[in-house]
């Protein structure tokens, strides 16, 4: 075995009830883009779109398949459970479920997430189910999508059916994944479905999301009984890059952009258009009564890390996450995706939702890396993966024991998957996928969590 050497970490210290998982999101692994009924979503449209002169995605390629999911849940579940996992956190694909986005159901869909859910309950996993990962049925945005206002219904309907059928078995459900990179990447830079560069229906996207989060939260209060109902966030700690006051501006500037325009109006705080230009437009999507109905009192908050990241004073704020080539590039390792590894972090970001002291659990509902993997036989000699995962891991120890509610953490991900505009090239899993063949691979981080887990 390579390096599997724990360096006196143990599972159990992070106490008997912290629960250990694996996320997964639906586009990304499921397949099955247009089987048993499912509607097209916008990351199908996305995908198989050209847009001159470049593909959407990295290389042309597109979720039709990813990793076949939707036809080897039994198994993959399985595998999860096997690494020694008690968790496994998926999300449900709104098309699949409603073709249309609202009206409909498809029996079907429902159908496959309801096996999920007893596959997983089988292997004594607890399915953690994240309601919206990105995958909007393209039928809703051929109508605005996010950025029609009309989406806080659709979305609480969607809600309700998902709860209706699956709440008797599911008790822990997360809202949405990280509003910040499909409001932003889908609708301002375009970097995602549905392509979008508008400032205005940016805004529009966020203040609908900040609205359903509090609308579906309490559809999903009132259809499951004992729900624990969450949300989740991507928490990028903003550095900012000298001392001056230009400097200071510019990081608070896009820490509001980043990560305050998506917490702070859910705890009543409003948006923090004073610390950032770009967002002051936003008060024009406000009604009267929103102040009050986007108040939402989450029964824990889900935090994502990857890196930390800097802002220099700029005018185009975004492109302070951009990565760059300053000192941070000689300090840090840097991953597949061009991120920095910077496991320190991981501790701010907890710090900083723990700061707001309105999230009675914090649960690490993404954490994990893409670094070169190659198939040796059948084993992927992963260190430089066991070794993010091993100093992530002390850092969430560490804010654990500085009194911090941490209570769970995933790995992102189960399985090597499609990474969004990036396609396949990134692989994030602690199982390897040869997608030619859909042959499954345990890589040695995997190994390393087995045994991690059992100490
Ligand atoms: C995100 C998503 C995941 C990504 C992962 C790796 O954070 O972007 O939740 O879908 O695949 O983060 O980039």
New binding site residues.
């Given amino acids: 075995m390579t390096d599997m050497e724990l360096y006196g970490l143990r599972a159990s210290d992070f106490g008997a009830g912290f629960t250990w998982g694996v996320?997964t999101?639906s586009y990304?692994i499921e397949g099955a883009w247009n089987v048993d009924g499912k509607g097209p979503s916008i990351w199908d449209t996305f995908t198989h779109r050209r847009r001159w002169p470049l593909p959407t995605v990295r290389s042309g390629e597109n979720g039709d398949v990813a990793c076949d999911f939707y036809h080897r849940y039994r198994d993959d579940v399985t595998l999860s459970w096997s690494l020694g996992f008690g968790a496994k956190r998926f999300s449900i694909s709104w098309p699949r479920v409603l073709p249309m986005g609202v009206g409909r159901v498809n029996a079907a869909g429902l159908d496959f997430y309801s096996r999920v859910v007893d596959a997983c309950l089988e292997n004594g996993l607890d399915p953690w189910i994240t309601l919206y990962?990105?995958d909007l049925p393209q039928a809703l945005q051929d109508r605005g999508g996010w950025a029609n206002r009309d989406i806080v219904g659709w979305f609480s309907d969607y809600a309700r059916v998902v709860a209706e059928r699956l709440g008797d078995r599911v008790k822990r459900w997360m809202v949405f994944?990280?509003p910040l990179?499909f409001c932003a990447g889908g609708y301002l830079i375009g970097a995602g479905a549905p392509g979008i560069f508008s400032r205005q229906k940016f805004l529009a996207s966020v203040h609908h999301v900040n609205l359903c989060q509090a609308a579906a939260a309490k559809v999903l209060r009132d259809k499951v009984a004992n729900a624990v109902v969450g949300t989740?966030h991507?928490t990028a700690p903003v550095k900012a890059t000298g001392d001056s006051a230009r400097h200071l501006r510019a990081q608070r500037s896009l820490d509001a952009l980043l990560n305050r325009v998506y917490i702070e109006p859910n705890l009543g705080l409003g948006y923090p258009t004073n610390d950032c230009g770009l967002l002051r437009p936003i008060e024009r999507y406000i009604l009267s009564d929103d102040e009050r109905a986007i108040q939402v009192d989450f029964d824990f908050i889900g935090a994502?890390y990857?890196t930390r990241v800097s802002a220099p004073p700029l005018p185009i704020p975004l492109v302070g996450t951009l990565p760059r080539r300053d000192q941070d590039f000689r300090r840090y390792e840097i991953n597949v995706?061009g991120n920095t590894t910077q496991p320190e972090g991981i501790y701010e970001a907890l710090e900083r939702l723990h700061s707001y002291k309105r999230f009675p659990s914090i649960v690490v509902t993404?954490n994990?890396t893409?670094v070169p993997d190659d198939l040796e036989g059948d084993r992927v000699y992963d260190v430089r993966r066991i070794d993010y995962y091993r100093r992530h891991l002390a850092q969430v120890l560490r804010a654990k024991g500085d009194g911090m509610p941490i209570d769970g953490y995933f790995c992102?991900?189960l399985l090597d998957?499609f990474?969004?505009a990036e396609g396949y090239v990134?692989r994030?899993g602690l199982v390897y996928v040869d997608y030619a063949t859909q042959k499954r691979v345990v890589k040695d981080s995997g190994y390393w969590f087995k045994q991690f887990l059992s100490v």
């Fill in positions: 996320a999101a990304q990962h990105w994944n990280e990179s989740t991507v994502q990857y995706l993404e994990g893409s992102w991900s998957n990474e969004w990134p994030f």
